[in-house]
């Protein structure tokens, strides 16, 4: 749909479980930053601008995680972070991380643009719906 973000990402051992991989609870956490970047640095607005200019809260309604490899400590990882769906209340962002051109994680999560006031599901913008459209 948009532009596509792509950063990298190393794993440190703060995110290695037990079984001496990152556990599975992790990945949404280590994406979680990249998800901030991409809204800064391509929609230029963050989250907490959408709700301060708009007046809208992003809710995650749903995440969805697939597992089709694992992550170690030392691994030096490309992440893709971009925009799949854009609908008239909600968007979809949609991650992957790539360990050597192989993808090993992806995250696709609908974000569901609530009035702030209301807490109801809210139209998204037409200069927002632009702006997510990049």
């Known amino acids: 749909m948009g532009r ?3 950063q990298n ?3 440190d051992e703060k995110h ?3 079984y001496g991989h990152v556990n599975y609870k992790s990945h949404p956490l280590l994406l979680e930053k990249f998800q901030d ?6 929609v ?3 989250f907490s ?3 301060n200019r708009f ?3 992003s809710i995650v309604r749903k995440m969805n995680v697939d597992y089709s490899g694992q992550l170690h ?3 030096l990882l490309e992440v893709t972070t971009g925009i799949s769906n854009i609908g008239s209340t909600s968007f979809t962002l949609s991650q992957e991380i790539l360990n050597k051109g192989m993808k090993v994680t992806s995250l696709d999560m609908v974000v569901v643009m609530c009035d702030k006031v209301t807490s109801n599901k809210s139209i998204i913008p037409e200069e927002l719906r632009e702006r997510l459209s990049r």
């Open 49 to 51: 601008e959408i709700e």
């Open 73 to 75: 400590r030392g691994d």
């Open 9 to 11: 990402l190393e794993i």
């Open 37 to 42: 970047e991409y809204m800064k640095e391509v």
């Open 44 to 46: 230029g607005l963050s």
């Open 4 to 6: 596509y973000l792509r």
């Open 16 to 18: 290695i479980d037990e």
């Open 55 to 57: 007046g809208l809260l």
